[in-house]
């Protein structure tokens, strides 16, 4: 088992660096997969939109028709001219509504398992409370006595860096 009180506070930082720097990375590369997903489902919604004005301009155009094959139509036939039409207008829009849905529901789905993930592994590493866990106590003392940090890290044989980082992860300083 090796003790952290034998390795130096460079490497313990240089470590955190290189970890903080791996998980801005990985967040980056999910940033551009999650934005490509995002630009599919927007090009989706526009094709929609598209399909959407194709459809009114038909709508119109079935109208026209209707109102003018109305004198030659039986009510019944008006209705079922009218149901014909509008089922040949919503089949494709429903059609697209479910591809839009199955692609949301995967990618919400993706989200969800990085997020566990990203949380997982951030929840693996710790930060020690102070390199020097004995020293605490007695560094909180000093401070409070009035002895100045220069006096403190000298007397502990510590860096001031050490005494300050002491100090302000118990919110004295």
Do not use: C, W
């Not at 040949?88 to 199955?102: A, G």
Request: charged share 25%.
């Amino acid at each position: 088992m090796i003790n952290i009180n034998t390795i130096p506070l460079e490497y313990i930082i240089v470590v955190m660096a290189a970890i903080i720097l791996y998980l801005l990375y990985y967040v980056y590369s999910k940033d551009i997969s999650y934005n490509k997903n995002i630009h599919s489902v927007a090009s989706v919604v526009e094709d929609l939109n598209r399909e959407l004005f194709y459809l009114k301009k038909k709508l119109d155009q079935s109208q026209k028709n209707t109102t003018q094959n109305v004198s030659h139509m039986s009510d019944e036939e008006i209705y079922q001219e009218i149901e014909r039409s509008v089922y040949d207008m919503v089949q494709p829009l429903s059609q697209s509504l479910r591809q839009l849905q199955q692609n949301l529901e995967e990618i919400e789905a993706q989200i969800e398992t990085r997020l566990l993930s990203l949380e997982n592994g951030v929840k693996q590493f710790s930060i020690p409370a102070s390199v020097h866990g004995n020293d605490d106590e007695k560094i909180i003392s000093l401070f409070k006595q009035g002895v100045s940090l220069d006096t403190i890290s000298k007397e502990l044989h510590i860096s001031k860096a050490e005494v300050e980082f002491v100090l302000k992860i118990n919110k004295i300083k």
